[in-house]
Nanobody, 116 residues
Framework: QVQVEESGGALVQPGESLRLLCIAS????????MAWYRQVPNKERELVAS????????DYADSVQGRFIISRDNTRNMVFLQMNNLKSDDTGIYYCKPEIPFLDYWGPGTQVTVSS
């Protein structure tokens, strides 16, 4: 059974940094692209970043390019999101997800709030 657990969210001020952690289980972690999404109230969930099976290729939303870094550790079934120079628009619930075809599973997410 696929499970993910996100952590690391917090209340921070603009310009500060956070590192999110996702621990996954129940599937062959190294066989799937992993992604971070975020959801803001009254908006659709958006893809923030994704990373390929081996970690060699990462893609980012334009809004976070140059500020966020996604990485993964296939030996520990973990994926990370380093978020630098945070802005108020980064506020939301962040979810990690294995990009398994036809899988509609979401973990509990972790809340990130950027506010002065």
């Amino acid at each position: 059974q696929v499970q993910v657990e996100e952590s690391g969210g917090a209340l921070v001020q603009p310009g500060e940094s956070l590192r999110l952690l996702c621990i996954a289980s129940g599937f062959t972690f190294g066989s799937y692209t992993m992604a971070w999404y975020r959801q803001v109230p009254n908006k659709e969930r958006e893809l923030v970043a994704s990373i390929s099976l081996g970690g060699g290729v990462a893609d980012y939303a334009d809004s976070v390019q140059g500020r966020f870094i996604i990485s993964r550790d296939n030996t520990r079934n973990m994926v990370f999101l380093q978020m630098n120079n945070l802005k108020s628009d980064d506020t939301g619930i962040y979810y990690c997800k294995p990009e398994i075809p036809f899988l509609d599973y979401w973990g509990p997410g972790t809340q990130v709030t950027v506010s002065s």
